[in-house]
Nanobody
Framework: QVQLVESGGGLVQPGGSLRLSCAASEIIFSNSVTTWYRQAPGKQRELVALINSEGTTHYADSVKGRFTISRDNAKNTVYLQLSSLKPEDTAVYLC?????????WGQGTQVTVSS
């Protein structure tokens, strides 16, 4: 059973930065589509960014130019660099990987943007 573990969340002031990590228990990211989602209280879960097996990336319009998704296959880790953070970026950020036709989820990491 593949396990995903997110880390790197925390409290940051508006305009600040964080780097989130999604580490996998097995070597899967080079052959998967990995997506960061976020869910704020009372709101639907939304796609933030994804990276496919070829390294092609896609971003939600709301984060384009501020967030960057990347992957380190040697470390079995996908990153999400968050910059120029806004209060509306506050949410639980979750990592999802589709590998061997199965979806895997992490437990999420809280990002709070507040002064």
């Amino acid at each position: 059973q593949v396990q995903l573990v997110e880390s790197g969340g925390g409290l940051v002031q508006p305009g600040g930065s964080l780097r989130l990590s999604c580490a996998a228990s097995e070597i899967i990211f080079s052959n998967s589509v990995t997506t960061w989602y976020r869910q704020a209280p009372g709101k639907q879960r939304e796609l933030v960014a994804l990276i496919n097996s070829e390294g092609t990336t896609h971003y939600a319009d709301s984060v384009k130019g501020r967030f960057t998704i990347s992957r380190d296959n040697a470390k079995n880790t996908v990153y999400l660099q968050l910059s120029s953070l806004k209060p509306e970026d506050t949410a639980v950020y979750l990592c999802n990987a589709i590998w061997a036709w199965q979806p895997y989820w992490g437990q999420g990491t809280q990002v709070t943007v507040s002064s």
